[in-house]
């Protein structure tokens, strides 16, 4: 059954929005190189322990909230099954090199929401 797995906090001040989150949880921070720009993973606690890890990166668009992205098996299927229900592809599917491929939707309500397909061999 698809799981959230990953979740990102969009920040009009990056480096404020990493101040915060490192001040009041004590999550730690890593720069990413990506290609697509300024990306910091979030690590919330043990690989052992129940919860999921995220990011911040810099607000994309001025109405952009938190998204909680959902793994599945192949982000093209999900998409297809998406729009089938009543929603639609927001952000179409892109690579994360050496990660995956990710897509940005909105169900019903217009909530957004990501999918993440794992594959470490994505260019």
């Not at 797995?5 to 001040?13: N, S």
């Not at 921070?29 to 690590?43: I, M, N």
């Not at 322990?49 to 999900?78: C, L």
């Amino acid at each position: 059954m698809p799981r959230v797995v990953h979740f990102e906090i969009y920040a009009d001040e990056p480096d404020r929005a990493l101040g915060f989150y490192t001040e009041v949880f004590g999550w730690t921070v890593q720069k990413a190189e990506l290609p697509s720009g300024d990306y910091w993973f979030l690590t919330t606690g043990p690989d052992d322990e129940a919860g999921i890890n995220g990011a911040i990166m810099p607000r994309p668009d001025p109405t952009a909230k938190t998204t909680n992205y959902v793994d599945v098996p192949s982000v093209d299927d999900y998409t297809a099954k998406i729009q089938a229900a009543g929603g639609t592809v927001a952000t179409p599917k892109m690579s994360i090199p050496g990660l995956g491929y990710a897509a940005v939707c909105l169900d019903t309500e217009g909530n957004t929401f990501g999918l993440f397909e794992d594959d470490p061999s994505a260019q």
